[in-house]
């Protein structure tokens, strides 16, 4: 086992400067550089323990050849990097979700991260929540009966949170396969965002067992009336043949079940969800444990974002695993009618227009 693991941080914005401080402050890692094509975003290295800092990430990363290849980079900056921290031989790739923006990238990396041996993690973080484990506890707990729906929604676009909800419908659902999917978009306003999305994607996955997954993301998507801040209306649950369980990202958690009615406390927060998840990380590369945030669970889930995407781009139902690759949100912005997204509160105007 290693004292402490060497990492460079590439893509210095908002995440990258949670996981690089989130580094800086575990002693099982040492942060030895970091990056970013913006200088002014590499001014505060001192703080995090003055690492080498470039904003050439290729030329630093062959140069240090660091244990842990962290980097945080818009959702279009992904396969290039992928492709340098198995190269330069990192044992362990950590990355920010969504894992790419299409089917067939997210198999290129998987067969790149196959290929090398190098363990990868997606920062699906909300997973250490003490709201969201109070759930997946009540759930695994065998309180519900047998689990036979989960279900998630957000007000937020999807390619920023449907990688989210996925990961965590699919933690709920204990696991299982999926095994096709069915769904609808409409709205082209954010087509044109980093996070290349529909307004509004709603459909059903289909998981093995006869368990049904409904999602909803974007600009028709219910409120959540219990979350005041916007990014947070996030509803995740799961329904069984004696009660339910679900979590609000911003409103804590509630159970029904035959013991009673049960509810408590919790919103996401970075600081507190940080730590665990890079803590797991050395865990796994010490051989403790699998790190929950591994990168085959989140392809998976990748896929099941994908695949409704072609199935609101060309209709039917689309089966998983899917058998090649192809860019689905290319094909959503050649297929998607005009028509404007109605919205399901007005809360929603802000970001989808009236
Ligand atoms: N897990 C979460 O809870 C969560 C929350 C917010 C954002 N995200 C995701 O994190 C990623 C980054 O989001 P952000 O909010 O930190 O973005 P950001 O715009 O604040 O930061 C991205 C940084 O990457 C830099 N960059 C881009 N290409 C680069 C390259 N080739 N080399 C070096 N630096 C490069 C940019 O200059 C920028 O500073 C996105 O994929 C987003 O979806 C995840």
Redesign the pocket.
Known sequence: MADSYRVVV?????????HASAFHANKRFSLVGI????PA?LKDAQKLGSPEAS?D?PALVRKLKPDVFC?????T?RL??IRLGVESGARLIAF???VATSSAEAMKIRDLLSGSGAKAVV????RYGAHYRKTAEIIQGGTLGRIHTVYATASGWM??MA??LIDYMRWYAGGVEAEWVLAQAVGRGKLTD??TSPDYLAGFIQFAGGLRGTLECGAGAPDVPEVDYWWRKCRIGALGTDGFAEVLTGGGWRSVTKAGISSGTGS?N?DL?MPPYIQDMADWLDGKKVHPCNFESAYKGHEIMMAMVRSAALGGQVALPLASGMDELALLKEKLPEAKVLLSFSGNQKEYGA
């Open positions: 590439v893509g210095m914005g908002k995440r990258g400067v949670h990056s970013d094509l913006d975003r904003t990430a980097f945080c980079t818009p959702p900056v290039d990097l920010e979700k969504p920062s699906h973080q909300h390619l920023h990688s989210h980093l996070h996401m970075y969800d």
